[in-house]
């Protein structure tokens, strides 16, 4: 880090503020913000940091505010604060809205424009901006690398993104048996029915297992039972976003009502996982709990092996059958 002076941090999102604390630098910290994630703050910090941000209404994005994360900031206690550094991840393409704007319109976002943007409005002309939109696995790891060498800790970035990867190519060697050729579905939505995107079919296929979505690194795609039932998923995880475990075991009654659902492989096989879906879309080193999670869900592992205990919920075929008789009122 340059100079004398310690830098003044600024993190807008949950899977940054982790790593910040992974980096063991969290004394940097001056406030945070954001929404998602599973990092809940370092406790070892004496003092609750500010929290700049709040959710804001409509899904079309306009000012700065908007733009800067995935909620909206407070710009004037941004400023208060003069960080040296404001760490980010925010859409590079979203819908800027207008009055001849549908939801379909998006435009990419010029990062160096938001960053002459920002450094205005704190009125500081140094302030750093790190901002990224990891889309894709192998872009989460470059950008925890980038993340270290931007706070100056590029030894640190570096040992995270390959400790990692070498988790995920692990389990993936050491479950290939068991994974391998299962045809998978991760639904990040019951109502509407979501099939996840971005790097979910990347772990997919690194345990070489057949992801529903051919095109990983797009959103989240809606799709039918009809779709879901000609795939002939083997494993089905719902992990809805931001939905704690129990949320999600609750949506079996919803699926219960879906002609189509028991009649897929994986409801026959005892395939079906409910799980949180917080870590799994966590864009940091938090995903490796995701990570761990989905690998025991594709290879049948019980909860507990390699990731937490009582992690994750898989519903039993002979459970499904019971449930039907005797649990509804």
Request: glycine share 8%; proline share 5%; charged share 25%.
């Amino acid at each position: 880090m340059a100079g004398n002076q310690q830098p003044r941090i600024v993190s807008l999102h949950p899977s940054l503020t982790e790593l910040v604390a992974l980096f063991s630098l969290s004394d940097l910290l001056v406030a945070e913000g954001g929404a998602g994630g599973i990092f809940s703050g370092d406790t070892t910090k004496k003092t609750k940091l500010p929290f700049l941000t709040e959710p804001f209404e409509g899904t079309r994005r306009k000012t700065l505010a908007q733009l800067l994360c995935n909620q909206q900031v407070d710009l004037r206690a941004l400023a208060e604060l003069s960080p040296s550094i404001v760490c980010t991840i925010t859409p590079s393409q979203v819908d800027l809205g207008g009055p001849s704007s549908s939801l379909t319109d998006e435009v990419v976002i010029n990062i160096d424009e938001l960053r002459a943007q920002l450094r205005g409005a704190c009125e500081n002309d140094g302030l750093k901006l790190l901002a990224y939109d990891p889309r894709r696995f192998e872009q989460i790891l470059e950008m925890i690398g980038d993340f270290g060498r931007g706070l100056g800790v590029a030894a640190a970035g570096r040992d995270r993104a390959q400790r990692l990867k070498a988790q995920t190519l692990d389990w993936g060697q050491n479950f290939y048996d068991r994974m391998k050729n299962k045809r998978v579905v991760v639904l990040s939505s019951i109502s509407p029915l979501l099939s996840a995107g971005n790097w979910v079919p990347d772990l997919i296929t690194l345990a070489s297992a057949q992801p529903m979505e051919v095109n990983p690194g797009q959103d989240d795609r809606e799709i039918s039972w009809d779709e879901l039932e000609a795939f002939r998923p083997d494993v089905i995880v719902v992990a809805p976003r931001e939905a704690s475990l129990k949320q999600s075991v609750a949506l079996l009654p919803a699926l219960e009502k879906v002609p189509a659902f028991e009649r897929m492989p994986a409801a026959k096989r005892g395939e079906v996982i409910f799980a949180s879906g917080d870590a799994l879309y966590s864009p940091g080193y938090g995903l490796v709990n995701g990570i761990s999670m989905l690998f025991s869900s594709i290879a049948g592992l019980e909860s507990g092996y390699i990731t937490e205990r009582d992690s994750f919920y898989r519903l039993r075929y002979v459970e499904l059958q019971r449930h039907k008789l005797f649990d509804k009122t």
